[in-house]
């Protein structure tokens, strides 16, 4: 799936340059299931943004699949971010004006799918996280719970290889936590993707068989519980 090589990530700033991601070096293959834990600061953003094709690094290669993210023009990486790849964030990141439809079908828009065709295939996405009788609601008429739901069902619309998640539980109350946690395994098991979630919350960590510890620039596999 993916495969990162002396990877760094440099930031310039007006205090000097900043470092998140040194000579990182990582595989991941297709259908693994990896959490990645580490500091505020460490670099978990910055290597989801690699991942998810939204920079790029500064020098090394980050394949996906064959392709060059690091090289690829920014066309293609649009592409590759709207065919494959589904995002998750922590403050949902839904447009407060659109209905979950609405919001769920801006993920076929990019790809020039009739109107017909996304409205139905956002029924069918909204459905598997259990909300096709939310369709018509704005976000403001859902709990923090669906909200996260409709995000998931907009990443999972496009039938993406790879969804990446940022904290998708940070904001969240522990029952509702477990609830979206188990949505998100669910679909990892039942839909052959590849997920990677960036997490604070050991017990979201625990579930993961792969965790990823990453800070000091450097990232390590955390080893059996
Ligand atoms: N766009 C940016 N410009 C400058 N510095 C950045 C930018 N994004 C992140 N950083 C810096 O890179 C470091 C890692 O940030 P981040 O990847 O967001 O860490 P984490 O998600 O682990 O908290 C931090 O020091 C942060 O301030
Ligand atoms: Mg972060």
Redesign the pocket.
């Known amino acids: 799936m993916y495969t990162l090589t002396s990877l760094t990530k440099t ?1 310039k ?1 007006a205090r000097g340059p ?1 470092t ?1 991601l040194k000579d990182v070096d990582l595989r991941i293959e297709d259908g693994e299931f990896i959490a990645i834990q ?10 989801l943004q690699m991942l998810g094709a939204l920079d790029r690094p500064t020098t090394g290669s980050i394949h996906l699949a064959g392709d060059d993210l690091s090289t690829l023009g920014e066309r293609r990486r649009a592409k590759a971010r709207a065919e494959r790849i589904g995002f998750v964030f922590q403050g949902f990141n839904l447009l407060p004006t659109m209905t979950a439809g609405e919001n769920v079908e801006t993920a076929l828009v990019p790809l020039g799918i009739p109107a017909a065709e996304r409205r139905s295939r956002a029924r069918t996405a909204l459905a598997q996280v259990g909300l096709d009788d939310r369709i018509d609601h704005r976000p403001s008429e859902l709990s923090g719970g669906q909200q996260q739901r409709v995000a998931i069902a907009r990443a999972l619309v496009k039938n993406p290889t790879v969804i990446l998640a940022d904290e998708p539980t940070g904001n969240l109350d522990e029952d509702t936590r477990d609830d979206v946690l188990a949505l998100l395994e669910g679909l990892w098991r039942d839909q052959g993707l590849t997920m990677i979630i ?1 997490t604070h919350d050991s017990a979201v960590a625990k579930r993961a068989p792969r965790r990823l510890h ?1 800070g000091g620039g450097g990232i390590t596999e955390i080893g059996d519980k």
């Open positions: 930031y700033t900043v998140p580490g500091p505020t600061g460490g670099g978990k953003s910055t290597l960036v990453l």
